[in-house]
């Protein structure tokens, strides 16, 4: 998501240059009143677009979460891996498509580029299959407070890594999202280790893949056609990919005696949902880079701080998870240290 983020940013100085160039002509005296309309209904239009990309942006990420907790616990689905591999498949088709039809533009797949891209793609797989693993067992609220350990791990990572220092505010934000995850813990009235397990190693290999992405992406725009390697490009490398390890991982797990028995696959509403969780997982990328190009990282990361509150509160509602006093106090307490930690890095890189 780091580099995605600072691959679209760049692309804020198109619009902002020229809302700069009407100002100077304004001071000048060249526009007229008509102009200076024009340019305000511009501007509006601008925070338009922003608030609605936000909106967006917020809806789709929280629903794929609540749409994977539905399907694996709801449906009782005990076939995580092939639900992460049909929701990839469905993204390969779509972003295929769009690249066919020349909507978006996205990179060749060579094999240069795939052997460079392949380890990052193996740490991408296993986030996501730890992710579905752990949502199985956990409530969506413990979820997104537990993921908090991975801005921990991250950041501890970044300092040894490539020696970044961090200020006190955002140790101090760490700290607290360490805290409001074990109190988080201890207090979880439907607490299950295996589910915990699972989301601690989904934490490691989260931010084992932002710190390994930074320094594989330098390398693979090398070895582009282009010289590039946008969203797009990322999404279907990354699925396509994560498509023939998948089908392993699917009879390593031995899913297959599984998906043979279970009367899941025989309702057309099941199948209705795991596609409509595959359109999601695009629509957050779309959504994503349109949101970044709108407003900037900052906004970005804090609204994706924010964007934790009422997915949690949804989660608990939806899924009629059994809490009690200490800990709806926790997971608040963690979401408020997430947005504290925005806040810190936001500081942190004004100053930089």
Same mark, same amino acid.
């Given at each position: 998501?780091?580099?995605?983020?600072?691959?679209?940013?760049?692309?804020?100085?198109? %619009?902002?240059?020229?809302?700069?160039?009407?100002? $100077?002509? =304004?001071?000048?005296?060249?526009?007229?009143?008509?102009?200076?309309?024009?340019?305000?209904?511009?501007?509006?239009?601008? *925070?338009?677009?922003?608030?609605?990309? !936000?909106?967006?942006?917020?809806?789709?990420?929280?629903? $794929?979460?609540?749409?994977?907790?539905?399907?694996?616990?709801?449906?009782?689905?005990?076939?995580?891996?092939?639900?992460?591999?049909?929701?990839?498949?469905?993204?390969?088709?779509?972003?295929?498509?769009?690249? @066919?039809?020349?909507?978006?533009?996205?990179?060749?797949?060579?094999?240069?580029?795939?052997?460079?891209?392949?380890?990052?793609?193996?740490?991408? +797989?296993?986030?996501?299959?730890?992710?579905?693993?752990?949502?199985?067992?956990?409530? =969506?609220?413990? +979820?997104?407070?537990?993921?908090? =350990?991975?801005?921990?791990?991250?950041?501890?990572?970044?300092?040894?890594? @490539?020696?970044?220092? *961090?200020?006190?505010?955002?140790?101090?934000?760490?700290?607290?999202?360490?805290?409001?995850?074990?109190?988080?813990?201890?207090?979880?009235?439907?607490? *299950?280790? =295996?589910?915990?397990?699972?989301?601690?190693?989904?934490?490691?290999?989260?931010?084992?893949?932002?710190?390994?992405? /930074?320094?594989?992406?330098?390398?693979?725009?090398?070895?582009?056609?282009?010289?590039?390697?946008?969203?797009?490009? $990322?999404?279907?490398?990354?699925?396509?990919?994560?498509?023939?390890?998948?089908?392993?991982?699917? @009879? +390593?797990?031995?899913?297959?005696?599984?998906?043979?028995?279970? %009367?899941?696959? /025989?309702?057309?509403?099941?199948?209705?949902?795991?596609?409509?969780?595959?359109?999601? !997982?695009?629509?957050?990328?779309?959504?994503?880079?349109?949101?970044?190009?709108?407003?900037?990282?900052?906004?970005?990361?804090?609204? !994706?701080?924010?964007?934790?509150?009422?997915?949690?509160?949804?989660?608990?509602?939806?899924?009629?998870?059994?809490?009690?006093?200490?800990?709806?106090?926790?997971?608040?307490?963690?979401?408020?240290?997430?947005?504290?930690?925005?806040?810190?890095?936001?500081?942190? /890189?004004?100053?930089?």
């Amino acid at each position: 998501m780091v580099a995605i983020e600072k691959g679209l940013v760049d692309g804020l100085s198109l %619009p902002m240059k020229a809302i700069g160039n009407d100002e $100077m002509d =304004v001071e000048g005296g060249f526009l007229g009143k008509g102009r200076e309309k024009a340019r305000s209904t511009m501007l509006v239009k601008i *925070h338009n677009q922003a608030l609605l990309s !936000g909106v967006a942006y917020c809806i789709s990420s929280c629903s $794929m979460i609540l749409v994977n907790k539905y399907v694996l616990s709801s449906y009782d689905f005990n076939a995580g891996i092939s639900l992460m591999l049909y929701q990839n498949f469905v993204s390969v088709v779509l972003v295929s498509m769009l690249s @066919f039809s020349r909507v978006i533009s996205t990179e060749p797949l060579t094999w240069k580029l795939i052997k460079v891209w392949f380890p990052v793609n193996v740490i991408f +797989v296993g986030m996501l299959i730890t992710s579905m693993f752990s949502l199985k067992y956990i409530n =969506v609220a413990m +979820v997104t407070v537990l993921k908090n =350990v991975t801005n921990v791990i991250t950041a501890v990572g970044e300092m040894y890594l @490539f020696n970044k220092r *961090h200020d006190n505010r955002v140790w101090a934000a760490l700290f607290l999202m360490i805290i409001s995850a074990i109190s988080g813990g201890i207090t979880d009235l439907a607490f *299950h280790a =295996v589910g915990y397990t699972w989301q601690l190693i989904n934490c490691f290999l989260t931010a084992s893949y932002s710190l390994t992405l /930074r320094r594989v992406m330098d390398t693979a725009k090398q070895v582009t056609i282009s010289g590039n390697l946008n969203e797009f490009s $990322m999404v279907l490398l990354n699925n396509t990919l994560s498509l023939p390890l998948g089908l392993l991982l699917i @009879f +390593v797990f031995n899913e297959v005696d599984y998906l043979s028995r279970t %009367p899941l696959l /025989r309702l057309p509403t099941f199948w209705l949902v795991m596609t409509f969780s595959g359109f999601l !997982g695009l629509a957050i990328s779309f959504t994503s880079m349109w949101f970044l190009h709108q407003t900037g990282a900052t906004t970005y990361s804090l609204v !994706g701080s924010l964007n934790k509150i009422p997915l949690s509160v949804a989660g608990i509602l939806l899924f009629k998870v059994p809490t009690s006093l200490e800990n709806s106090a926790s997971i608040f307490f963690g979401l408020l240290a997430g947005v504290f930690f925005a806040r810190a890095k936001m500081r942190e /890189r004004s100053q930089s």
